[in-house]
């Protein structure tokens, strides 16, 4: 008996020493006795149109090409021998055209020297020849 008293009594100091120890270890290792405080930053970025616009261009992200815009020129035709017409620009640049009539509102296609082709329209007509408005073909 005296053994089943000495296991009790180690029982019962193990207890006690468990209940006194974990407090003290608890504190220590900060899960008890105090007040744990977890703060919480938010971090708010501004974003403006302009910023946004920005790094869509830097990534090559809803780039939109600029729309070409149409390049007229006033050509001045005169109607040569056989027929054949003579075209320049403002500057005597040589312009290559061909259409059915020279009253006002007749249609033509020219071409310029460098290959760029343009619609044209009869905007004047005056005695041996005629004044075309013409837009480049983008």
Do not use: H, W
Request: aromatic share 6%.
């Amino acid at each position: 008996m005296k053994l089943a008293a000495l296991a009790g009594a180690k029982r019962v100091a193990l207890v006690v020493f468990a209940f006194v120890i974990s407090p003290i270890l608890l504190a220590s290792c900060g899960g008890g006795g105090g007040t744990t405080v977890v703060e919480e930053t938010t971090v708010v970025e501004e974003t403006t149109l302009e910023s946004t616009e920005e790094e869509g261009a830097q990534n090559g992200e809803g780039m939109v090409p600029p729309t070409p815009t149409p390049v007229a020129v006033e050509v001045k035709c005169g109607i040569g021998a056989l027929g054949v017409l003579n075209c320049a620009n403002e500057a005597d640049t040589p312009y290559y055209c061909s259409g059915s009539s020279s009253a006002v509102g007749s249609l033509y296609g020219c071409t310029d020297p460098l290959g760029d082709r343009y619609d044209c329209e009869v905007v004047t007509s005056r005695m041996g020849g005629f004044t075309l408005s013409c837009t480049k073909l983008l």
